[in-house]
């Protein structure tokens, strides 16, 4: 049954039409779906470094434990590519019964596990919830890294490259590449960023490309090193620029967001920098930074993108994956997750599509440490670019 | 046809020193190995390891760090055993001060001394400083503090080692007489310690030392915590390969890591055959004096002292961390308190349950294991298993744990208790049976024909003669291998596939994001739980005694 549904959505989604019959089809498909989830257990992996989200997590396991009577249960991972590499050795194996049946992820973790083919899918446009995701003006919801997601994975929250840091300690925050320069000029070693490959640290340079960068449009294309090597020199010039300011001189970095995020909680750095627009405010409800945080972008724009929750192609519980999936793209999931007293995960949904009921579930208002002047998101490079960024910054930095 | 049978006998008493090895250790190796390193005759990558522009840097840090690491501790164990090896609370406290797993440690090591950390906040109190200031001391590029940190977890593992040996009786009886000679013939205690002590005691060390240079020389999470970054050791740059999603980048790795063990062996071996080289060297410097120099007993016991009391404050570090949320620049007491972290242990007490159930699974396992194999099997083929274990030992967890997870998918022991407790058994066996491989086969031989000749069975020999003489080695042994299994991470958590967790896998989980408060409870428990099981167990030890 799942199987001839998959084809009929490919075949819908190949031609481009999507009739009614068939989405009345697919509403007595997806009650037979949650029929048969009830009582299966999902294995959600799921980044755990944060006690907001871990929290949340929490709540969606009891409530979809009550409205579905699936049994969901939060494997606790550090980062997705350990899960991106079991799937693969089971699937290698021959095994089923995966270990896996909801996975967060993103990025080249989603793409290694799409050019393997190790997703069950598409199966998120066939989410009855997912007619609310704002496809059009967030387009990242349907490209990761400019790599079209086909139905494999299913948005669940925005992210954007945020910085943060002591408001007492700064007056004016750097609102573009330049004044960041400036800025650490006028602070030497006070400010660095985590070492790529850490995403973070690949993320910054990524913006320092963006920002040096002639036409962006040339990033949305498959990168070559020719390519690379024309459009990277101003790239290079800038964090010439800019390492000799920053911490222990640009020669040694922190490894990871983690590392660059307590260097700053203890005053050995004055600013950090973050993918969740509202980490800081969740530290200072954490008590980990002081009241006084603040958080911002560059005023032009910064790298944003859309993080998703796909099915192993070996999964064992793939209806209740998709009930889960379903529940967390529903307005009150998405809302309770955008509060910025909760997680504050910008929401993936539009809200011109919520009725007036549902829109006034999403809080509205600041907290401290909350980004003020909302920015342009600026689409990722071509996940093909991340490879000869990292090669080149490491060549470059890396000795 | 009595003498065929007394052979075949041997035969079938090998073997059964050898099966329960070979199912429970050798298998589950070497087939995980096998599975992992099928990519590395590719040539390519190889060429792709080359071309990494870390590369050689890098692996000029992972050399000096061990070796540093390994020299240094070994000189520092030897002052402290010479000034004070007659100290018995010497033995039990170094015993809980190996068992502490080396990550841990590291964390509460790098509160102290990293320019934001308690240290420089003592300092700053006279400086009136109110940012830290911007000493290099961890991530130093040259690997200093990591060294450092190394040498302060390796000193009590090579203290222990050697007071386990010298507290032997025979060796001790040997020493003994030794001695007399020597101080007859003029020398002083120092020069008896270079000329007679050592040149005996440090070839029955040879592999546990081989061991303390490798993991220096292959350590990760300890470098990542404290190491250099541009470059950071080679054996950083491997892991991280091994962690990508990208299976180009992942054979990388395990090429990396073949050719790290390769470099490792090779220089071993020479460094075998250079010692063979200068042995006359060696006897000319043995055959001079006599001299009179004393042993340097107070400094000897400062070493000491400063060991304990940077233990005692890491202790006492973590366990204000784990309360203390926020702890600004330069307060030396944290402004806000909160319990979430402890919290988090009270409602999921699972994760601890488990890491003693396997680290106690898997210790007794290997220690029966181990005892089995020197009971039944000759000597001769110790170096075999030795060099197996060295080589479990000095290749990355991760990749092993790889190819263990493949062979275990067609088994089903993924997600069960029992696939992760024969996944630590890997590391956890290496260690216990090269701990206890010296002590073990030095055992006088004579005892046996004595007992034997009072007509006592082999059972009551080993109980009532045997087990005492080996207790202190067995308690290290034991100790060791609870610290080896309460630390594994990779293994745990790719073998447990979410099914179980440990206190290791919540830590690293959980402090993925940087959460230092849950960081540092953590990391006191995997300090204080390994350490408080040995101190109760040379407790009772002695009171049966």
Redesign the interface.
């Known amino acids: 049954m799942p199987i001839s549904r998959r084809h009929l959505l490919k075949a819908t989604v190949a031609s481009g039409l999507l009739p009614m019959m068939l989405s009345l089809a697919r509403a007595a498909d997806w009650a037979s779906i949650e029929d048969r989830a009830k009582g299966e257990t999902v294995y959600f992996n799921a980044w755990a470094g944060s006690q907001p989200i871990n929290v949340y997590i929490n709540w969606v396991v009891n409530e979809v434990k009550s409205r579905y009577g699936v049994t969901l249960i939060h494997v606790r991972i550090a980062d997705a590519a350990e899960v991106v590499r079991r799937v693969r050795d089971e699937v290698r194996a021959g095994k089923t019964d995966g270990s896996t049946d909801l996975v967060w992820i993103n990025g080249e973790n989603f793409r290694a596990m799409k050019a393997d083919k190790l997703l069950f899918g598409p199966f998120a446009p066939a989410l009855p919830n997912f007619k609310y995701v704002d496809t059009e003006g967030k387009p990242t919801t349907l490209n990761d890294f400019a790599e079209p997601t086909d139905g494999l994975e299913s948005p669940w929250g925005m992210a954007q490259l945020t910085f943060f840091g002591d408001g007492a300690k700064i007056a004016m925050p750097p609102l573009s590449m330049a004044e960041l320069v400036q800025f650490a000029q006028a602070n030497p070693g006070r400010v660095s960023y985590p070492a790529p490959p850490d995403f973070h640290g690949t993320t910054f340079v990524k913006q320092a490309l963006i920002d040096t960068i002639g036409q962006r449009s040339v990033l949305k294309s498959v990168a070559t090193k020719e390519l690379f090597a024309h459009v990277s020199p101003p790239m290079f010039t800038l964090l010439d620029g800019l390492h000799p300011h920053l911490w222990r001189e640009g020669k040694q970095f922190p490894q990871t967001q983690a590392q660059l995020k307590q260097m700053l909680a203890d005053g050995e750095l004055l600013m950090a920098l973050t993918f969740n627009p509202n980490e800081a405010a969740n530290l200072v409800a954490g008590k980990e930074l002081p009241e006084t945080t603040i958080a911002w972008q560059f005023s032009a724009g910064t790298i944003g993108n859309t993080h998703f929750v796909a099915i192993p192609v070996n999964a064992k519980a793939t209806d209740a994956a998709q009930v889960v999936a379903n529940f967390l793209l529903s307005p009150e999931a998405q809302a309770r997750k955008a509060d910025l007293k909760t997680w504050g995960d910008p929401t993936v949904l539009a809200m011109a599509k919520l009725s007036q009921d549902e829109l006034s579930l999403f809080a509205s208002g600041a907290v401290a440490g909350s980004i003020k002047t909302p920015v342009p998101a600026i689409p990722e490079p071509h996940g093909s670019w991340v490879p000869l960024i990292e090669a080149a910054w490491l060549e470059h930095y890396g000795t | 046809m009595a003498r065929t049978l007394r052979h075949v006998n041997h035969r079938l008493k090998a073997l059964g020193g050898l099966l329960p090895l070979g199912a429970m250790w050798i298998l589950p190796l070497s087939a995980g190995l096998a599975a992992a390193l099928t990519s590395t005759f590719d040539a390519a990558v190889w060429a792709a390891l080359f071309t990494?522009?870390?590369i050689f840097?890098a692996l000029a840090l992972s050399l000096t760090t061990g070796s540093a690491s390994m020299i240094l501790s070994t000189l520092l164990a030897f002052l402290i055993v010479a000034g004070l090896h007659r100290v018995t609370a010497l033995q039990t406290w170094m015993g809980g001060f190996l068992a502490v797993p080396h990550l841990a440690f590291a964390v509460g090591f790098s509160f102290l001394i990293?320019?934001?950390g308690l240290l420089a906040r003592v300092v700053g109190v006279f400086g009136d400083w109110a940012?830290?200031p911007?000493w290099?001391t961890t991530?130093d590029?040259l690997g200093l503090s990591l060294i450092v940190a190394l040498v302060l977890k390796e000193v009590p593992f090579v203290t222990w080692l050697t007071v386990g040996l010298m507290a032997r009786r025979d060796v001790s009886q040997m020493l003994e007489a030794q001695s007399r000679i020597g101080h007859s013939l003029g020398h002083g205690a120092a020069s008896l310690w270079l000329r007679v002590f050592i040149p005996q005691i440090l070839p029955r060390m040879r592999w546990p030392l081989l061991i303390v240079w490798i993991y220096g020389a292959s350590v990760v999470d300890m470098a990542?915590a404290i190491g250099?970054?541009?470059?950071?050791p080679l054996a950083v740059i491997i892991w991280?390969d091994l962690?990508?999603?990208?299976?180009a980048i992942?054979a990388r790795g395990s090429v990396g890591a073949v050719f790290l063990t390769l470099v490792l062996a090779a220089l071993a071996v020479l460094f075998a055959g250079l010692t063979r080289l200068l042995k006359p060297t060696f006897r000319s410097f043995l055959v001079s004096g006599p001299s009179v120099e004393a042993v340097p007993v107070r400094s000897a016991r400062g070493l000491l002292m400063a060991i304990a009391a940077v233990y005692l404050i890491v202790i006492m570090l973590l366990a204000i961390m784990s309360f203390g949320?926020?702890?600004?620049?330069?307060d030396l007491w944290p402004s806000?308190f909160?319990v979430?972290a402890w919290e988090h242990l009270w409602d999921a007490p699972e994760p601890l349950f488990n890491s003693l159930t396997l680290a106690l699974g898997s210790m007794i396992t290997a220690l029966f294991l181990a005892i089995l194999w020197f009971e039944e099997v000759s000597a001769r083929f110790d170096r075999y298993l030795l060099a197996a274990a060295v080589v479990a030992l000095a290749l990355p967890s991760l990749l092993i744990a790889?190819g263990q997870?493949?062979v275990f998918?067609?088994s089903g022991l993924?997600?069960t208790w029992w696939g992760v407790y024969l996944a630590h058994l890997s590391p956890v066996f290496a260690y216990v049976f090269i701990v206890l491989s010296g002590p073990y086969r030095a055992f006088d031989p004579r005892y046996r024909s004595v007992s034997l000749g009072l007509n006592t069975n082999n059972w009551r020999f080993w109980t009532a003669i045997k087990l005492p003489i080996m207790k202190p080695a067995l308690t290290a042994a034991a100790a060791v291998g609870i610290g080896v299994s309460i630390a594994q991470f990779e293994s745990t958590?790719?073998i447990a596939?979410?099914?179980l967790?440990t206190l290791n896998?919540?830590a690293?989980?959980?402090?993925?994001?940087?959460?230092?408060q849950l960081l540092a409870m953590y990391s006191l428990l995997l300090m204080i739980i390994p350490f408080c099981a040995f101190l109760a167990a040379s407790r009772t030890e002695r009171r049966l005694q």
């Open positions: 990494h522009p870390q840097p990293m320019p934001s940012a830290p911007q290099i991530q590029p990542i250099p970054t541009q470059p950071p991280s962690n990508s999603a990208d299976q992942n949320s926020l702890w600004p620049f330069p806000q909160q979430m790889e997870y493949l998918l067609k993924n997600g958590q790719l596939s979410g099914r967790s896998l919540e690293v989980t959980l402090s993925s994001g940087g959460n230092r």
